[in-house]
């Protein structure tokens, strides 16, 4: 969240909490005391009927689950928003529609510089007579609506969506692919870390002539159920014909986009022998080629980045998604590539959880304008600081020190990569660990892991299994980042002070003075502020050692 609320603004600032509850169309204003707000040419009035708030905006470490955000509000309905009360209390309709805002607003200022903390429907309505106060809860909930699955509703193979038209007359879908769902492709799967081919997404063979083979009239491969940027640069992909003796990979085919029956565009291969493909056959795609699967929103080119194919994931959720916040991290992700193929129907939210977020340094964030993610600091320096904590100078702990166990420790951890779609086996491994073996070439010395394994013992994770990567380099940062993170404990502490510092938000990074500790610029990640109008509000905080920088291996 973009706070414009800044550190400077809030020196020597007094805030109020604003509420708008929306029922039936009709806005109702209040907050703590009674407030007249300009807003352009208008006066907003704000009735003080509020009672204090506390609001808890928080993240998970990296790994924990997505949870929903909410603040219990107490307010009484008097004078100008008596009728808003009639309009609660009234047994012949629901509040289903009720929707309210809470947000921070430095006294004295525009109502558009208010900081919306809170924005979402009207819960666990409680309420008596006119002259009692109203109790409900807001919640941020980024479950309210299911999303689609993909491939989606009738992206399948069947006598209703091909053979395309105007193919050869008495030409069928192959053998075998009756209700296949088509293909769904990102970046470029099937290429190896050693640029070795495999099976990286089916081929599947919408229309073969009547004579059962390619010999003479050409069949339609079908590649991908969608655009893609292969089809649009007519640039080749290689096809393997495994019921062919030998299998290897005679084809290279060029891409091109066509219509189903139902006038859907989707993307295919023409082939006409040699070599030749009989009806039946089994066929696997390479994207070996310069072009890939789905086109990039942001540039030219293919969409690989993370950054943009978690966005592009969210946006087929369904759920209440921050797109901006999202698109505030794509550039920083985007050094992640990722390859894949879908054909089996799976919810969106299903591969993004399972698939893209273990890969990448990023935590989830309910904020006021719904679920989004911020990139976890694990490799915070000095420099990234945006604060200093002081002890002695007006930071004050306000928790025991909690130190993560060291059962949690892992300084020996592999990743599998590079799945091949017909096998399901990996081709591609990397393991760091604190010592390794001249016969085991897929095992690197680590830094991280000799100086963990020195403290705690080698501990030894299951490997990380990256589906949706085929490349080298993307499979050694997302070991790059949890080594570094998981080979170590971490300390969590909360500390209260003065207002400015409810302009920080979670993920950003602090350093932490507190001479009884022996603390001197120790740096910590925010995993937690409370927002309240103050005069102090409270922090959590997680430490972020680094052995090699602190305590560098010798």
């Known amino acids: 969240m973009s706070s414009v609320l800044t550190w400077e603004a809030l020196r020597g600032a007094e805030l109020d909490w604003l509420l708008v509850v929306t029922l039936r169309g009709q806005p109702y ?48 309905w008097t004078g100008d928003t008596a009728t808003g009360w009639a309009t609660l209390a009234a047994g012949d309709h629901d509040i289903g529609d009720g929707h309210a805002e809470l ?5 004295g200022t525009e109502f558009s510089a208010r900081q919306v903390v809170m924005s979402g429907g009207l819960d666990s309505l409680e309420y008596g007579a006119l002259h009692e106060p109203v ?13 689609k699955v993909l491939p989606g509703a009738g992206q399948q193979v069947t006598a209703s969506t091909f053979p395309p038209a105007g193919v050869s007359l008495g030409s069928t879908i192959g053998e075998g692919l009756e209700d296949e ?6 970046g470029k799967p099937g290429t190896g870390p050693a640029g070795q081919l495999y099976a990286g997404s089916p081929g599947l063979l919408v229309s073969i002539p009547a004579t059962g083979d390619n010999t003479g009239t050409a069949g339609y491969v079908l590649i991908a159920g969608h655009e893609t940027q292969a089809g649009y640069a007519g640039t080749a992909v290689s096809i393997d014909n495994r019921t062919a003796v030998g299998g290897t990979w005679p084809s290279t085919l060029n891409a091109s986009h066509i219509k189903d029956q139902l006038g859907r565009t989707v993307t295919v291969c023409t082939w006409i022998a040699p070599p030749t493909i009989q009806d039946g056959a089994e066929l696997w795609v390479s994207w070996n080629g310069p072009d890939g699967g789905l086109p990039s929103m942001r540039r030219a080119g293919t969409m690989r980045g993370a950054g943009e194919v978690l966005s592009y994931l969210m946006g087929l959720t369904g759920l209440e998604v921050d797109t901006e916040g999202l698109r505030s991290v794509e550039s920083e992700l985007d050094g992640f590539l990722l390859d894949f193929h879908i054909n089996d129907q799976v919810e969106s939210w299903d591969l993004i959880q399972d698939q893209v977020i273990p890969l990448l340094p990023v935590t989830w964030w309910v904020g006021p304008r719904g679920l989004s993610v911020r990139r976890w600091p694990y490799d915070a320096t000095m420099a990234d600081a945006v604060a200093h904590l002081d002890a002695d100078r007006g930071a004050d702990r306000v928790s025991v020190v909690r130190r993560s166990s060291a059962s949690q420790v892992v300084n020996q951890l592999g990743i599998s990569f590079a799945q091949n779609a017909e096998t399901d086996d990996t081709i591609g491994r990397l393991v760091y660990a604190p010592t390794t073996q001249a016969n085991l070439a897929d095992q690197e010395v680590n830094p991280y892991s000799v100086a963990s394994a020195r403290r705690h013992g080698t501990r030894e994770a299951d490997d990380i299994a990256a589906e949706f990567v085929t490349d080298a380099s993307t499979a050694r940062a997302v070991l790059d980042w949890r080594i570094r993170w998981e080979s170590t404990t971490h300390e969590m502490v909360t500390y209260a002070g003065p207002l400015p510092w409810v302009a920080l938000n979670p993920c950003d990074v602090v350093t932490v003075t507190d001479t009884e500790l022996g603390w001197a610029s120790k740096l910590f990640i925010v995993t937690g502020v409370l927002r309240t109008p103050g005069p102090t509000t409270e922090l959590a905080l997680v430490s972020v050692p680094d052995f090699i920088r602190d305590s560098p291996v010798t």
């Open 135 to 147: 109790k409900f809860t807001i919640v941020v909930s980024p479950w309210e609506t299911t999303g």
């Open 181 to 186: 769902y088509y293909p769904i492709v990102i």
């Open 103 to 107: 947000s921070l607003w430095k006294v």
């Open 29 to 76: 204003r209040f907050s703590l005391v009674d407030q007249s707000v300009t807003d352009g040419a208008d006066t907003l009035h704000f009735v003080g009927g509020l009672s204090p708030i506390e609001v808890q905006d928080s993240v998970p470490l990296p790994g924990g689950g997505v949870t929903d955000r909410s603040a219990t509000i107490e307010v009484m």
